[in-house]
């Protein structure tokens, strides 16, 4: 990449694969479950959590040698939560019918421990453009686990993607239904997103030996 | 040597100035933006009223669609010809604001003691009258709310739910069509005439909703709090407007 040093590369593509957030990290899994009924609702929360991890890295990083340490999580917690209110009421002045469809999901990500986590682990002790890159680095490698246990959850769940009916009408036995298909209806509910999250797990450390803890 | 930033007085005078400097920051947006988020919320109000009356922009089978926001004052006051507001014991005022009374604040009220305010607003689209009452309860996790349109002996003529913060994918979707549209055609009474509202039914074993006489439209799978909440908002809301009706009938 011409654009960013091999290093600073890094930061962006280490969080999409071998230090993923939520299948090697673990962080972030709670809101992995609450969201991923739902394509799209995966895809709107990366999309936060983007915007969010990204700027507050930033801001964490700019005042990290000024933010006393007892106090640190706090200054932390109230960075995110400022910025979240700001997202929320824009989106409800100037995007409305966005900000219906996001709803819930805004706060959410006040508890998103990804993001303390990175606070945590990288903005406090690097500068404000690696802190960035960092920050979008996990948000991207979080969206995408998101993604792709939406995209099954959905898929099996409802017979859907993004809503469109893609394996046929469950109620008018057409398509894959015809022949006796069913929907999984376990696949909505929250346990099933932590099974598709193992198996992802599972996928990842069986190409990448490395990658599996004694 | 201890550092400056581990010392007490630094940790206290930094956590104050860090909650003047945000506190006034986003006490700064929000009010500089609430203006433009309450007028949003009035516009969707009337979309949702024109939604239920069966004014909006759907298309086959696909999602909800409103009237554009920028049509909406036109088509409002073109279809909604009259608006009421109901207290006690008939006492009906027409009040053309009365598409903003708080729901929430009048069902305090009426808890309270207090005379409650009952807004049905009056449409009139192909010849056909609407009256379309708001409506509101409690889901899984906060508010759920909605519009429904009736006709003169409470059969559904159209719906619009909406909620604050149900579980995408489940309880969120009762303000999906496929949800809403079952309502249409539902009787509110039983076949006596007595007010028996509308359940949400697990067991109905009717999926496709062609038994409109059942007062039951099918419930969404893992939606069951949810389900259980829209029951019981139009038992609880929808039985005040009963009276109205009974005395449209009989002058």
Redesign the interface.
């Known amino acids: 990449m011409g654009l960013l040093s091999s290093k600073d590369s890094k930061l962006i593509s280490d969080p999409l694969s071998d230090d993923n957030p939520i299948t090697i990290q673990v962080l972030g899994i709670c809101s992995a479950l609450a969201i991923t009924a739902e394509l799209k609702a995966s895809i709107v929360m990366a999309i936060s959590v983007i915007f969010v991890m990204g700027a507050g890295n930033v801001v964490i990083s700019l005042i990290r040698n000024i933010i006393p340490s007892k106090i640190r999580i706090i200054v932390q917690l109230t960075v995110v939560a400022a910025l979240v209110i700001i997202v929320d009421q824009v989106l409800k002045a100037y995007s409305y019918s966005l900000s219906k469809e996001l709803g819930a999901f805004i706060g959410l990500i006040i508890t998103n421990c990804i993001i303390m986590g990175r606070f945590e682990a990288f903005a406090l002790a690097n500068g404000a453009w690696r802190s960035f890159l960092d920050g979008i680095g996990n948000a991207l490698g979080y969206g995408l686990i998101l993604i792709i246990v939406g995209f099954f959850r959905e898929l099996l769940g409802s017979g859907t993607l993004l809503g469109f009916p893609v394996l046929g009408d469950p109620i008018e036995k057409t398509g894959l239904y015809s022949i006796g298909y069913e929907n999984n209806g376990f696949m909505l509910l929250a346990p099933m997103a932590l099974i598709v999250v193992g198996l992802i797990i599972w996928v990842q450390r069986y190409r990448n030996t490395d990658l599996i803890e004694d | 040597m201890e550092k400056r930033?581990?010392k007490n007085w630094?940790?206290l005078l930094?956590?104050t100035g860090?909650v003047i400097v945000?506190g006034s920051?986003?006490a700064f947006?929000?009010s500089s933006?609430k203006p433009?988020?309450n007028e949003?919320k009035r516009?969707?109000k009337q979309q949702n009223i024109l939604y239920a009356m069966g004014v909006h922009e759907n298309e086959g089978k696909g999602?909800v669609a409103f009237v554009e926001a920028s049509k909406v004052a036109d088509e409002f006051s073109k279809y909604v010809k009259k608006q009421l507001v109901i207290t006690g014991d008939l006492d009906i005022v027409e009040d053309n604001d009365a598409y903003l009374i708080d729901i929430k604040k009048e069902q305090t009220k009426a808890k309270a003691g207090e005379k409650r305010r009952l807004p049905l607003f009056i449409g009139e689209k192909d010849g056909k009258t609407y009256y379309v009452a708001p409506i509101r309860g409690k889901g899984l996790?906060d508010a759920i709310w909605a519009y429904v349109a009736m006709d003169e002996n409470m059969i559904v003529q159209g719906a619009y739910f909406d909620?604050?913060?149900?579980?995408?994918?489940?309880g969120?979707n009762i303000k999906q069509r496929f949800f809403m549209d079952d309502f249409i055609g539902e009787q509110l009474l039983d076949d006596n005439g007595i007010f028996k509202g509308i359940t949400v039914s697990k067991s109905n074993s009717d999926?496709?909703n062609k038994i409109k006489n059942d007062n039951e439209v099918d419930a969404i799978?893992?939606a069951t709090i949810t389900g259980d909440g829209v029951s019981a908002m139009i038992k609880s809301d929808l039985r005040l407007y009963q009276p109205y009706f009974e005395n449209l009938k009989t002058n």
Do not use: C, R
């Open positions: 930033t581990d630094y940790t930094f956590a860090m945000v920051l986003l947006i929000a933006l433009k988020i949003n516009i969707e999602s996790w909620h604050q913060a149900e579980t995408a994918g489940l969120a999926p496709t799978a893992g």
